[in-house]
Protein backbone atom coordinates (compact mmCIF):
# COMPACT_ATOMS: atom_id res chain seq x y z
CA UNK A 1 0.00 0.00 0.00
CA UNK A 2 1.47 2.86 -0.97
CA UNK A 3 1.10 6.50 0.70
CA UNK A 4 0.24 9.46 -1.52
CA UNK A 5 1.62 13.14 -0.79
CA UNK A 6 0.04 15.94 -2.52
CA UNK A 7 1.99 19.18 -2.33
CA UNK A 8 -0.31 22.84 -1.92
CA UNK A 9 1.31 26.35 -3.52
CA UNK A 10 0.34 29.56 -3.51
CA UNK A 11 -0.80 29.22 -6.80
CA UNK A 12 -3.11 26.94 -5.90
CA UNK A 13 -1.54 23.93 -7.79
CA UNK A 14 -0.75 21.01 -6.01
CA UNK A 15 1.23 18.03 -7.28
CA UNK A 16 2.26 14.61 -6.32
CA UNK A 17 5.71 13.80 -4.40
CA UNK A 18 7.03 11.42 -2.72
CA UNK A 19 10.52 12.83 -1.12
CA UNK A 20 11.23 13.74 2.04
CA UNK A 21 11.71 17.21 4.31
CA UNK A 22 15.49 18.25 5.04
CA UNK A 23 14.07 18.16 8.35
CA UNK A 24 13.01 14.31 7.86
CA UNK A 25 9.35 15.05 8.14
CA UNK A 26 7.26 13.05 6.26
CA UNK A 27 6.37 15.69 3.94
CA UNK A 28 8.10 16.66 0.88
CA UNK A 29 10.82 18.61 -0.21
CA UNK A 30 9.37 22.22 -1.53
CA UNK A 31 11.83 23.08 -4.84
CA UNK A 32 9.52 24.69 -7.12
CA UNK A 33 7.24 26.57 -5.52
CA UNK A 34 9.78 28.46 -2.86
CA UNK A 35 8.87 32.04 -2.72
CA UNK A 36 10.93 34.58 -2.38
CA UNK A 37 11.65 37.65 0.26
CA UNK A 38 10.63 39.94 -2.89
CA UNK A 39 7.09 38.77 -3.68
CA UNK A 40 5.08 41.58 -2.89
CA UNK A 41 2.06 39.30 -1.96
CA UNK A 42 3.12 36.02 -0.21
CA UNK A 43 0.56 33.34 0.29
CA UNK A 44 0.43 30.25 2.68
CA UNK A 45 2.28 27.21 1.14
CA UNK A 46 1.08 24.12 2.29
CA UNK A 47 1.33 20.28 1.69
CA UNK A 48 -0.90 17.33 3.39
CA UNK A 49 0.67 14.06 3.76
CA UNK A 50 -0.39 10.89 4.96
CA UNK A 51 1.70 10.58 7.82
CA UNK A 52 1.31 6.95 9.43
CA UNK A 53 -1.57 4.84 9.34
CA UNK A 54 -3.81 6.88 11.65
CA UNK A 55 -2.05 10.35 11.28
CA UNK A 56 -2.81 12.74 8.64
CA UNK A 57 -0.06 15.63 8.20
CA UNK A 58 -0.40 19.23 7.25
CA UNK A 59 2.31 21.39 6.72
CA UNK A 60 2.15 25.37 6.59
CA UNK A 61 4.38 28.17 5.71
CA UNK A 62 4.15 31.26 6.75
CA UNK A 63 6.65 33.05 4.35
CA UNK A 64 8.14 36.08 6.06
CA UNK A 65 8.74 40.08 4.76
CA UNK A 66 12.19 41.50 4.30
CA UNK A 67 13.05 43.29 7.53
CA UNK A 68 12.75 46.98 5.80
CA UNK A 69 9.40 46.15 4.83
CA UNK A 70 8.16 43.97 7.89
CA UNK A 71 9.13 46.74 10.21
CA UNK A 72 6.69 48.65 8.81
CA UNK A 73 3.59 45.86 8.08
CA UNK A 74 3.20 42.93 10.68
CA UNK A 75 1.60 39.86 8.73
CA UNK A 76 -1.15 37.75 10.05
CA UNK A 77 -1.66 34.56 8.30
CA UNK A 78 -4.85 32.44 8.79
CA UNK A 79 -5.82 28.61 8.02
CA UNK A 80 -9.02 27.38 8.02
CA UNK A 81 -10.22 23.61 7.51
CA UNK A 82 -13.42 22.15 7.27
CA UNK A 83 -13.93 18.42 8.00
CA UNK A 84 -16.80 16.53 6.49
CA UNK A 85 -17.39 13.04 8.01
CA UNK A 86 -19.46 10.48 6.70
CA UNK A 87 -22.28 9.25 8.57
CA UNK A 88 -20.89 5.88 9.52
CA UNK A 89 -18.03 7.31 11.92
CA UNK A 90 -21.06 8.70 14.37
CA UNK A 91 -19.04 12.51 15.01
CA UNK A 92 -20.82 14.61 16.91
CA UNK A 93 -20.91 17.47 19.14
CA UNK A 94 -21.50 14.78 22.04
CA UNK A 95 -19.91 11.99 20.97
CA UNK A 96 -16.32 13.97 19.81
CA UNK A 97 -15.79 17.12 22.35
CA UNK A 98 -13.35 19.94 21.19
CA UNK A 99 -10.93 18.81 24.33
CA UNK A 100 -11.01 15.43 22.28
CA UNK A 101 -10.44 16.76 18.83
CA UNK A 102 -7.28 18.85 20.56
CA UNK A 103 -5.95 15.80 22.57
CA UNK A 104 -5.60 14.68 19.05
CA UNK A 105 -3.75 17.56 17.32
CA UNK A 106 -0.41 17.03 17.71
CA UNK A 107 1.34 20.70 16.70
CA UNK A 108 4.83 21.58 16.31
CA UNK A 109 6.31 25.50 15.14
CA UNK A 110 9.70 26.27 14.28
CA UNK A 111 11.95 28.53 11.53
CA UNK A 112 12.62 27.40 8.56
CA UNK A 113 16.21 26.65 8.19
CA UNK A 114 18.33 29.64 6.65
CA UNK A 115 18.94 28.94 2.65
CA UNK A 116 23.15 29.36 2.92
CA UNK A 117 25.03 29.07 -0.17
CA UNK A 118 27.83 26.85 -0.94
CA UNK A 119 30.78 29.18 -0.06
CA UNK A 120 28.76 30.21 3.32
CA UNK A 121 28.96 26.36 3.61
CA UNK A 122 32.30 26.06 2.91
CA UNK A 123 33.16 29.43 5.33
CA UNK A 124 35.10 30.86 1.80
CA UNK A 125 36.42 34.37 3.73
CA UNK A 126 36.13 36.15 0.90
CA UNK A 127 31.98 36.22 1.28
CA UNK A 128 30.30 38.88 2.69
CA UNK A 129 27.45 36.53 4.10
CA UNK A 130 28.18 34.77 8.02
CA UNK A 131 29.27 31.07 7.44
CA UNK A 132 28.86 28.84 10.75
CA UNK A 133 32.02 27.53 9.97
CA UNK A 134 33.73 31.05 10.39
CA UNK A 135 32.41 31.82 13.35
CA UNK A 136 33.21 28.18 14.91
CA UNK A 137 36.76 29.29 13.89
CA UNK A 138 36.70 32.47 15.77
CA UNK A 139 35.25 30.49 18.96
CA UNK A 140 38.10 28.39 18.95
CA UNK A 141 40.53 31.41 18.47
CA UNK A 142 39.24 33.03 20.94
CA UNK A 143 39.57 29.80 23.14
CA UNK A 144 43.12 29.79 22.46
CA UNK A 145 44.07 33.13 22.76
CA UNK A 146 45.05 33.11 26.56
CA UNK A 147 45.65 36.71 27.44
CA UNK A 148 42.68 37.73 28.07
CA UNK A 149 42.80 41.49 27.01
CA UNK A 150 39.78 40.89 24.79
CA UNK A 151 36.66 39.20 25.33
CA UNK A 152 35.58 36.47 22.88
CA UNK A 153 34.10 37.57 20.18
CA UNK A 154 31.82 34.02 20.26
CA UNK A 155 30.37 32.29 22.83
CA UNK A 156 30.12 28.78 23.87
CA UNK A 157 26.34 28.58 22.89
CA UNK A 158 26.61 30.70 19.83
CA UNK A 159 29.20 28.19 18.70
CA UNK A 160 26.87 25.38 19.36
CA UNK A 161 23.91 26.46 18.15
CA UNK A 162 25.94 27.68 14.39
CA UNK A 163 27.09 23.70 14.46
CA UNK A 164 23.49 23.01 14.75
CA UNK A 165 22.72 25.55 11.77
CA UNK A 166 25.34 24.09 9.47
CA UNK A 167 23.61 20.58 9.85
CA UNK A 168 19.81 22.05 8.85
CA UNK A 169 21.16 24.15 6.13
CA UNK A 170 23.48 21.50 5.02
CA UNK A 171 20.21 19.13 4.60
CA UNK A 172 18.33 21.53 3.45
CA UNK A 173 20.47 22.41 0.79
CA UNK A 174 21.33 19.01 -0.10
CA UNK A 175 18.24 17.27 -0.09
CA UNK A 176 16.55 19.98 -2.02
CA UNK A 177 18.98 20.16 -4.89
CA UNK A 178 19.01 16.11 -5.11
CA UNK A 179 15.49 16.04 -6.06
CA UNK A 180 15.74 19.04 -7.98
CA UNK A 181 18.31 16.99 -10.19
CA UNK A 182 16.03 13.46 -9.51
CA UNK A 183 13.32 15.45 -11.72
CA UNK A 184 15.73 16.56 -14.32
CA UNK A 185 17.01 13.30 -14.91
CA UNK A 186 13.99 11.30 -15.76
CA UNK A 187 12.45 14.24 -17.32
CA UNK A 188 16.01 14.06 -19.90
CA UNK A 189 15.86 10.41 -19.83
CA UNK A 190 11.98 10.44 -21.21
CA UNK A 191 12.96 13.02 -23.85
CA UNK A 192 15.55 10.84 -24.85
CA UNK A 193 13.37 7.70 -25.03
CA UNK A 194 10.70 9.89 -27.23
CA UNK A 195 13.33 11.82 -29.72
CA UNK A 196 16.43 9.81 -29.90
CA UNK A 197 18.43 12.83 -31.19
CA UNK A 198 21.98 14.21 -30.30
CA UNK A 199 20.21 16.64 -28.60
CA UNK A 200 18.52 14.59 -25.78
CA UNK A 201 21.63 12.45 -25.48
CA UNK A 202 23.35 16.04 -24.48
CA UNK A 203 21.03 16.79 -22.53
CA UNK A 204 21.54 13.30 -20.26
CA UNK A 205 24.84 13.42 -20.41
CA UNK A 206 24.57 17.45 -18.76
CA UNK A 207 21.97 16.14 -16.32
CA UNK A 208 24.41 13.44 -15.40
CA UNK A 209 27.41 15.94 -15.25
CA UNK A 210 25.90 18.04 -13.19
CA UNK A 211 24.61 15.84 -10.76
CA UNK A 212 28.13 14.44 -10.50
CA UNK A 213 29.77 18.38 -10.15
CA UNK A 214 27.22 18.35 -7.37
CA UNK A 215 28.02 15.01 -5.31
CA UNK A 216 31.32 16.28 -5.39
CA UNK A 217 30.64 19.94 -3.96
CA UNK A 218 28.56 18.32 -1.06
CA UNK A 219 32.02 16.14 -0.61
CA UNK A 220 33.79 19.16 -0.60
CA UNK A 221 31.43 21.13 2.44
CA UNK A 222 32.01 17.47 4.67
CA UNK A 223 35.53 17.57 4.09
CA UNK A 224 36.12 21.16 5.18
CA UNK A 225 34.02 20.33 8.40
CA UNK A 226 35.78 17.20 8.91
CA UNK A 227 39.17 19.21 8.61
CA UNK A 228 37.85 21.73 11.09
CA UNK A 229 36.99 18.57 13.32
CA UNK A 230 40.45 17.61 13.00
CA UNK A 231 42.31 20.49 13.63
CA UNK A 232 40.16 21.30 16.88
CA UNK A 233 40.92 17.27 17.80
CA UNK A 234 44.17 18.65 17.85
CA UNK A 235 43.32 21.20 20.70
CA UNK A 236 40.93 19.16 22.60
CA UNK A 237 41.94 15.37 22.31
CA UNK A 238 39.64 14.61 25.17
CA UNK A 239 36.71 16.08 23.96
CA UNK A 240 36.29 18.03 26.90
CA UNK A 241 34.90 21.41 24.81
CA UNK A 242 30.97 21.25 24.54
CA UNK A 243 31.47 22.85 21.12
CA UNK A 244 33.96 20.37 19.89
CA UNK A 245 31.45 17.03 21.16
CA UNK A 246 28.40 18.93 19.47
CA UNK A 247 30.59 19.42 16.21
CA UNK A 248 30.99 15.41 16.13
CA UNK A 249 27.06 15.18 16.63
CA UNK A 250 26.59 17.66 13.85
CA UNK A 251 29.13 15.17 11.55
CA UNK A 252 27.13 11.73 12.46
CA UNK A 253 23.76 13.50 11.36
CA UNK A 254 24.80 15.13 8.17
CA UNK A 255 26.28 11.84 7.50
CA UNK A 256 23.17 9.85 7.56
CA UNK A 257 21.11 12.83 5.79
CA UNK A 258 23.89 12.77 2.84
CA UNK A 259 23.44 8.82 3.28
CA UNK A 260 19.69 9.78 2.33
CA UNK A 261 20.21 11.67 -0.28
CA UNK A 262 22.44 9.49 -2.35
CA UNK A 263 20.16 6.46 -1.68
CA UNK A 264 17.29 8.61 -3.59
CA UNK A 265 19.74 9.71 -6.63
CA UNK A 266 20.41 5.40 -6.82
CA UNK A 267 16.91 4.21 -6.51
CA UNK A 268 15.85 7.40 -9.56
CA UNK A 269 19.18 5.56 -11.59
CA UNK A 270 17.71 2.28 -10.92
CA UNK A 271 14.36 2.82 -11.97
CA UNK A 272 14.81 4.83 -15.08
CA UNK A 273 17.58 2.03 -16.21
CA UNK A 274 14.64 -0.29 -15.68
CA UNK A 275 13.15 1.22 -18.73
CA UNK A 276 16.10 -0.13 -20.70
CA UNK A 277 20.04 0.14 -20.35
CA UNK A 278 21.11 3.71 -20.92
CA UNK A 279 24.64 3.47 -21.51
CA UNK A 280 25.19 7.38 -20.79
CA UNK A 281 24.19 6.94 -16.95
CA UNK A 282 26.89 4.66 -16.11
CA UNK A 283 29.39 7.68 -15.25
CA UNK A 284 27.16 8.73 -13.02
CA UNK A 285 26.12 5.56 -11.29
CA UNK A 286 29.68 4.49 -10.66
CA UNK A 287 30.07 7.98 -8.74
CA UNK A 288 27.16 7.45 -6.70
CA UNK A 289 28.62 3.72 -5.85
CA UNK A 290 32.36 5.54 -5.11
CA UNK A 291 30.10 7.90 -2.89
CA UNK A 292 28.40 5.00 -1.01
CA UNK A 293 31.58 3.17 -0.41
CA UNK A 294 33.48 6.25 0.94
CA UNK A 295 29.87 6.58 3.02
CA UNK A 296 30.44 3.32 4.70
CA UNK A 297 33.85 3.38 5.04
CA UNK A 298 34.08 6.75 7.10
CA UNK A 299 30.81 5.20 8.86
CA UNK A 300 32.61 1.92 10.00
CA UNK A 301 36.21 4.47 11.07
CA UNK A 302 33.68 6.75 13.50
CA UNK A 303 31.22 4.21 14.60
CA UNK A 304 28.24 5.62 13.08
CA UNK A 305 25.39 3.39 12.48
CA UNK A 306 25.07 1.44 9.15
CA UNK A 307 22.09 -0.71 8.65
CA UNK A 308 21.82 -3.82 5.94
CA UNK A 309 19.51 -6.53 5.88
CA UNK A 310 21.88 -8.81 7.98
CA UNK A 311 21.36 -6.54 10.58
CA UNK A 312 19.48 -7.66 13.88
CA UNK A 313 16.39 -5.92 14.72
CA UNK A 314 17.83 -4.85 17.82
CA UNK A 315 20.84 -3.19 15.96
CA UNK A 316 17.97 -1.40 13.68
CA UNK A 317 15.55 -0.35 16.65
CA UNK A 318 18.97 1.40 17.99
CA UNK A 319 20.04 2.95 14.68
CA UNK A 320 16.32 4.08 14.14
CA UNK A 321 16.44 6.10 17.81
CA UNK A 322 19.79 7.47 17.54
CA UNK A 323 18.56 8.96 14.53
CA UNK A 324 15.55 10.20 15.96
CA UNK A 325 17.59 11.71 19.20
CA UNK A 326 20.27 13.89 16.75
CA UNK A 327 17.57 14.81 14.37
CA UNK A 328 15.79 16.58 17.68
CA UNK A 329 19.14 17.93 19.10
CA UNK A 330 19.81 19.32 15.26
CA UNK A 331 16.81 21.13 14.52
CA UNK A 332 15.89 22.38 17.96
CA UNK A 333 17.84 25.99 17.07
CA UNK A 334 15.36 26.54 15.29
CA UNK A 335 12.03 25.87 17.36
CA UNK A 336 10.03 28.15 18.99
CA UNK A 337 8.33 28.17 21.95
CA UNK A 338 4.56 28.58 23.00
CA UNK A 339 3.15 29.73 26.06
CA UNK A 340 -0.17 30.48 27.18
CA UNK A 341 -0.99 34.16 27.67
CA UNK A 342 -1.55 35.34 30.47
CA UNK A 343 -5.17 35.48 31.87
CA UNK A 344 -6.28 33.72 28.88
CA UNK A 345 -6.82 30.12 31.10
CA UNK A 346 -9.07 32.72 32.55
CA UNK A 347 -10.83 34.54 30.28
CA UNK A 348 -11.29 30.58 28.77
CA UNK A 349 -13.15 29.65 31.63
CA UNK A 350 -15.07 32.41 31.91
CA UNK A 351 -18.26 30.81 30.68
CA UNK A 352 -17.92 27.74 32.79
CA UNK A 353 -17.67 30.01 35.81
CA UNK A 354 -20.91 32.19 34.87
CA UNK A 355 -22.86 29.16 34.66
CA UNK A 356 -21.63 27.68 38.27
CA UNK A 357 -22.55 30.85 39.24
CA UNK A 358 -25.67 30.59 38.08
CA UNK A 359 -26.20 27.20 39.44
CA UNK A 360 -25.25 28.13 42.38
CA UNK A 361 -27.36 30.64 42.82
CA UNK A 362 -30.70 28.20 41.80
CA UNK A 363 -29.79 26.08 44.92
CA UNK A 364 -29.16 28.38 47.07
CA UNK A 365 -32.37 30.27 46.53
CA UNK A 366 -34.11 26.80 46.36
CA UNK A 367 -32.73 26.27 49.82
CA UNK A 368 -33.78 29.42 51.45
CA UNK A 369 -37.45 28.73 49.94
CA UNK A 370 -37.52 25.36 51.10
CA UNK A 371 -36.93 26.98 54.69
CA UNK A 372 -39.20 29.53 54.81
CA UNK A 373 -41.86 27.40 53.71
CA UNK A 374 -41.49 25.38 56.42
CA UNK A 375 -40.79 27.98 58.96
CA UNK A 376 -43.85 29.84 57.86
CA UNK A 377 -46.04 26.21 58.03
CA UNK A 378 -45.67 24.59 61.33
CA UNK A 379 -48.14 21.92 61.11
CA UNK A 380 -46.75 20.62 57.50
CA UNK A 381 -44.40 18.67 57.45
CA UNK A 382 -41.78 21.22 56.95
CA UNK A 383 -42.14 21.62 60.21
CA UNK A 384 -39.29 20.04 61.63
CA UNK A 385 -36.33 19.96 59.25
CA UNK A 386 -34.07 18.16 61.62
CA UNK A 387 -36.46 15.02 61.18
CA UNK A 388 -35.18 14.37 57.25
CA UNK A 389 -38.85 13.72 56.11
CA UNK A 390 -39.15 12.28 52.67
CA UNK A 391 -40.75 15.23 51.41
CA UNK A 392 -37.82 17.83 52.29
CA UNK A 393 -35.20 15.03 51.28
CA UNK A 394 -37.42 14.71 48.24
CA UNK A 395 -37.06 18.51 47.28
CA UNK A 396 -33.23 18.76 48.35
CA UNK A 397 -32.56 16.04 45.73
CA UNK A 398 -34.57 17.94 42.82
CA UNK A 399 -32.47 21.05 43.68
CA UNK A 400 -29.28 19.49 43.59
CA UNK A 401 -30.06 17.90 40.54
CA UNK A 402 -31.54 20.61 38.59
CA UNK A 403 -28.41 22.65 40.37
CA UNK A 404 -26.09 20.00 38.56
CA UNK A 405 -27.72 20.76 34.61
CA UNK A 406 -28.25 24.00 35.24
CA UNK A 407 -24.63 24.14 35.41
CA UNK A 408 -23.21 21.64 32.67
CA UNK A 409 -26.08 23.63 29.90
CA UNK A 410 -24.99 26.30 31.55
CA UNK A 411 -21.67 26.00 30.64
CA UNK A 412 -22.16 25.29 26.84
CA UNK A 413 -24.55 27.61 26.55
CA UNK A 414 -22.33 30.30 27.67
CA UNK A 415 -19.40 29.02 26.33
CA UNK A 416 -20.97 28.83 23.01
CA UNK A 417 -22.62 31.63 22.71
CA UNK A 418 -21.18 34.80 25.47
CA UNK A 419 -17.27 33.48 25.00
CA UNK A 420 -17.45 32.90 21.47
CA UNK A 421 -14.88 35.30 20.05
CA UNK A 422 -12.55 34.20 22.82
CA UNK A 423 -10.47 31.37 21.10
CA UNK A 424 -10.04 27.77 22.32
CA UNK A 425 -6.23 28.67 22.71
CA UNK A 426 -4.38 31.65 22.68
CA UNK A 427 -0.82 31.66 23.09
CA UNK A 428 2.42 33.59 22.45
CA UNK A 429 5.52 32.72 20.24
CA UNK A 430 8.90 33.09 21.14
CA UNK A 431 12.02 32.48 20.03
CA UNK A 432 15.31 32.19 22.76
CA UNK A 433 18.39 32.89 20.26
CA UNK A 434 21.77 32.07 20.92
CA UNK A 435 22.11 34.84 23.24
CA UNK A 436 19.55 33.13 25.69
CA UNK A 437 17.40 36.72 24.76
CA UNK A 438 13.87 35.62 24.40
CA UNK A 439 12.30 37.66 21.99
CA UNK A 440 8.30 37.77 21.45
CA UNK A 441 8.00 37.14 17.69
CA UNK A 442 3.92 36.87 17.81
CA UNK A 443 0.92 34.91 18.73
CA UNK A 444 -1.11 32.48 17.58
CA UNK A 445 -4.78 31.64 18.33
CA UNK A 446 -7.21 28.42 17.60
CA UNK A 447 -10.61 27.99 17.44
CA UNK A 448 -12.94 24.46 17.01
CA UNK A 449 -16.49 24.42 16.67
CA UNK A 450 -19.31 21.96 15.01
CA UNK A 451 -21.36 23.83 12.16
CA UNK A 452 -24.33 22.73 9.83
CA UNK A 453 -23.84 22.01 6.84
CA UNK A 454 -26.66 25.23 5.51
CA UNK A 455 -24.48 27.64 7.88
CA UNK A 456 -21.37 27.18 6.01
CA UNK A 457 -20.01 30.08 4.00
CA UNK A 458 -20.89 30.43 0.52
CA UNK A 459 -17.44 29.11 -0.98
CA UNK A 460 -17.36 26.26 1.23
CA UNK A 461 -20.43 24.75 0.30
CA UNK A 462 -19.41 25.04 -3.38
CA UNK A 463 -16.54 23.15 -2.26
CA UNK A 464 -18.06 20.78 -0.24
CA UNK A 465 -20.46 20.01 -3.20
CA UNK A 466 -17.91 18.74 -5.40
CA UNK A 467 -17.01 15.35 -3.42
CA UNK A 468 -20.34 14.59 -4.37
CA UNK A 469 -21.71 16.24 -7.32
CA UNK A 470 -24.27 13.34 -7.69
CA UNK A 471 -25.61 13.70 -5.04
CA UNK A 472 -25.71 10.31 -4.24
CA UNK A 473 -24.65 10.50 -0.25
CA UNK A 474 -27.01 12.88 0.17
CA UNK A 475 -26.94 14.60 3.79
CA UNK A 476 -29.81 15.18 6.25
CA UNK A 477 -30.21 18.83 7.41
CA UNK A 478 -28.62 17.67 10.91
CA UNK A 479 -25.11 16.85 9.81
CA UNK A 480 -22.66 18.66 10.72
CA UNK A 481 -18.79 19.70 10.12
CA UNK A 482 -15.49 20.14 12.40
CA UNK A 483 -14.48 23.77 11.49
CA UNK A 484 -11.16 24.50 12.92
CA UNK A 485 -9.36 28.11 12.33
CA UNK A 486 -5.80 29.22 13.40
CA UNK A 487 -4.88 32.78 13.13
CA UNK A 488 -0.91 33.41 13.75
CA UNK A 489 -0.18 36.97 14.01
CA UNK A 490 3.77 37.87 13.38
CA UNK A 491 5.64 41.14 13.71
CA UNK A 492 8.78 42.68 13.28
CA UNK A 493 10.61 41.03 15.98
CA UNK A 494 11.24 37.29 14.33
CA UNK A 495 12.99 39.06 11.63
CA UNK A 496 15.25 40.65 13.77
CA UNK A 497 15.88 37.71 16.44
CA UNK A 498 17.77 35.90 14.30
CA UNK A 499 21.77 36.19 12.83
CA UNK A 500 20.54 34.82 9.66
CA UNK A 501 17.78 35.71 7.28
CA UNK A 502 14.72 33.93 7.73
CA UNK A 503 12.37 33.07 5.13
CA UNK A 504 9.52 31.25 6.60
CA UNK A 505 7.75 29.66 9.91
CA UNK A 506 7.11 26.49 9.87
CA UNK A 507 4.07 24.63 11.30
CA UNK A 508 3.45 21.17 11.32
CA UNK A 509 -0.10 20.06 12.80
CA UNK A 510 -0.86 15.50 12.92
CA UNK A 511 -4.27 14.45 13.36
CA UNK A 512 -4.62 11.37 14.37
CA UNK A 513 -7.92 9.77 13.17
CA UNK A 514 -7.66 6.77 14.99
CA UNK A 515 -10.88 7.60 17.23
CA UNK A 516 -13.04 7.63 13.87
CA UNK A 517 -11.91 4.09 12.57
CA UNK A 518 -13.66 1.91 16.14
CA UNK A 519 -17.44 1.92 13.61
CA UNK A 520 -16.10 1.42 10.65
CA UNK A 521 -16.84 -1.99 8.65
CA UNK A 522 -13.50 -4.84 7.89
CA UNK A 523 -11.34 -3.25 5.18
CA UNK A 524 -11.87 -6.24 3.20
CA UNK A 525 -15.14 -8.47 2.73
CA UNK A 526 -15.96 -11.48 0.65
CA UNK A 527 -18.58 -11.41 -1.99
CA UNK A 528 -19.92 -13.53 -4.41
CA UNK A 529 -19.82 -12.60 -7.88
CA UNK A 530 -20.56 -13.74 -11.68
CA UNK A 531 -18.15 -13.98 -14.61
CA UNK A 532 -18.75 -13.14 -18.20
CA UNK A 533 -19.97 -16.36 -18.43
CA UNK A 534 -22.42 -16.82 -15.77
CA UNK A 535 -20.10 -18.57 -13.03
CA UNK A 536 -19.96 -18.00 -9.22
CA UNK A 537 -16.72 -16.58 -8.12
CA UNK A 538 -15.71 -15.13 -4.33
CA UNK A 539 -14.30 -11.84 -4.68
CA UNK A 540 -12.32 -9.92 -1.95
CA UNK A 541 -13.99 -6.39 -2.10
CA UNK A 542 -12.60 -3.33 -0.14
CA UNK A 543 -14.75 -1.33 2.08
CA UNK A 544 -13.63 2.26 2.07
CA UNK A 545 -14.91 5.80 3.28
CA UNK A 546 -14.77 9.54 2.40
CA UNK A 547 -13.81 12.10 4.40
CA UNK A 548 -13.63 15.80 2.61
CA UNK A 549 -11.33 18.49 3.91
CA UNK A 550 -11.59 22.17 2.63
CA UNK A 551 -8.81 24.17 3.56
CA UNK A 552 -9.15 28.00 3.45
CA UNK A 553 -5.78 30.26 3.56
CA UNK A 554 -5.88 33.86 3.75
CA UNK A 555 -3.24 36.19 4.23
CA UNK A 556 -3.17 40.22 5.35
CA UNK A 557 -0.54 42.50 5.74
CA UNK A 558 -0.46 46.46 6.73
CA UNK A 559 -2.75 49.15 7.56
CA UNK A 560 -5.26 48.33 5.07
CA UNK A 561 -5.49 45.13 6.32
CA UNK A 562 -5.63 43.88 2.43
CA UNK A 563 -6.63 40.03 2.48
CA UNK A 564 -5.94 37.31 -0.16
CA UNK A 565 -8.09 33.93 -0.10
CA UNK A 566 -6.99 30.73 -1.85
CA UNK A 567 -9.25 27.48 -1.31
CA UNK A 568 -8.27 23.82 -1.71
CA UNK A 569 -10.66 20.79 -1.11
CA UNK A 570 -9.04 17.35 -0.72
CA UNK A 571 -10.57 13.63 -0.43
CA UNK A 572 -8.92 11.00 2.59
CA UNK A 573 -9.83 8.12 1.67
CA UNK A 574 -10.19 5.68 4.81
CA UNK A 575 -10.45 2.01 6.06
CA UNK A 576 -11.16 0.25 9.33
CA UNK A 577 -7.04 -0.08 9.31
CA UNK A 578 -6.51 3.82 8.96
CA UNK A 579 -5.70 6.48 6.49
CA UNK A 580 -3.84 5.22 2.84
CA UNK A 581 -4.67 7.61 0.07
CA UNK A 582 -5.24 11.51 -0.53
CA UNK A 583 -7.11 13.20 -3.71
CA UNK A 584 -6.95 16.64 -4.59
CA UNK A 585 -10.34 17.30 -5.71
CA UNK A 586 -10.12 19.54 -9.08
CA UNK A 587 -11.41 23.18 -8.85
Keep these: MGFSKLKVGHTGRMVDDHGQSPEEQSHPVDTTLDIPHSVSHPLIKSSIAVHDRTQLEAVFDYPLLPLKQFARENLRYQVEAYIFFPRQMGVTPASYPKERFYSDLRPLIRLREPRLTYKQLVGDPAIAGRSPISVIRQYFAGKQDRTGATKPL?????????????????????????????????????????????????????????????????????????????????????????????????????????????????????????????????????????????????????????????????????????????????????????????????????GAMVAAGVAAFWAVGTEILIRMKAANQPNSPFSSLGTGTLVIVTAFIMAYVLKDRIKELGRSYFSSRLMRSVPDNSERILYRNSGRKLWSIGSLAEYTRFVSLDRLPDQVKKLHRRFDPEGLDSEDDSSKAIHYRKVIDLNVNIARSHVYPLRAVHDILRLNIEAFLSKLDDPLHGTEMLDTEGRLIEMKMPKVYHLGLVLKYSQSRGAENTETVTYESIRLIINKRGLFRIERIES
Aim: hydrophobic letters at 40%; aromatic letters at 10%; charged letters at 35%.
Design 154 to 350: VTEQEAIDEARIFACALAGYFLRRVERRSKRLRKVVKQMAADYSQESNDAVDRACKDTGEFLDRIHNVMRTWRSLIGEISEIDPNQKDKVHREMRLVDEYCTYRIRDGITRLIKALALLQKKGQIARLGNLEKKLSAHARFDHWYSVKMGYGWITRASDDLTVERYVFRRGLLKRRVWQVLYLDVRTRPLFAFQQQL
